[in-house]
């Protein structure tokens, strides 16, 4: 998993969140509520889809999308239904909860607070160390993506 990880909060706009996406070179951020409880998680693809809804997109025309993105705030794009595991879950577990919810990233959470993160980037560099039979060039793509 990742760490530390980089949360944001419920509240915050989505400018905030693109700025720290593009800051740590991340796509995925979980939401955390005031007392610091995962909420949701926003993902580069969920601002995206909310800049190119019908009436947000409309909007773009006379309003820049800093702007329209400052005006929303996260807990409006979020995904709430959040999948999540605890640190000692298996990479395998790991992987096929990934692929049956199909998301990109898992949470993960203990007690209640997010100690970490699981991407899929982070299984692919798992993979690329562990496969001593992997061709070099394959590996370099891999592991070195943001």
Do not use: W
């Not at 640190?87 to 100690?115: F, I, W």
């Amino acid at each position: 998993m990742s760490q530390p990880v980089v949360t944001i909060e419920a509240s915050d706009s989505c400018l905030e969140a693109v700025g720290r996406m593009h800051q740590v070179r991340v796509r995925h951020l979980p939401v955390l509520n005031r007392e610091g409880l995962l909420v949701g998680v926003v993902t580069d693809r969920d601002l995206r889809h909310y800049l190119f809804s019908p009436a947000v997109y409309k909007e773009l025309e006379t309003v820049p999308a800093d702007a329209a993105l400052k005006e929303a705030p996260v807990m409006a794009i979020m995904s709430t239904s959040v999948v999540a595991v605890a640190p000692g879950a298996s990479l395998m577990d790991s992987a096929r909860l990934m692929l049956e919810e199909k998301v990109g990233s898992l949470p993960v959470v203990h007690e209640g607070r997010v100690v970490g993160i699981l991407t899929e980037t982070d299984l692919l560099r798992h993979i690329c160390r562990i496969d001593a039979r992997r061709q070099a060039a394959c590996a370099d793509i891999i592991v070195s993506y943001p």
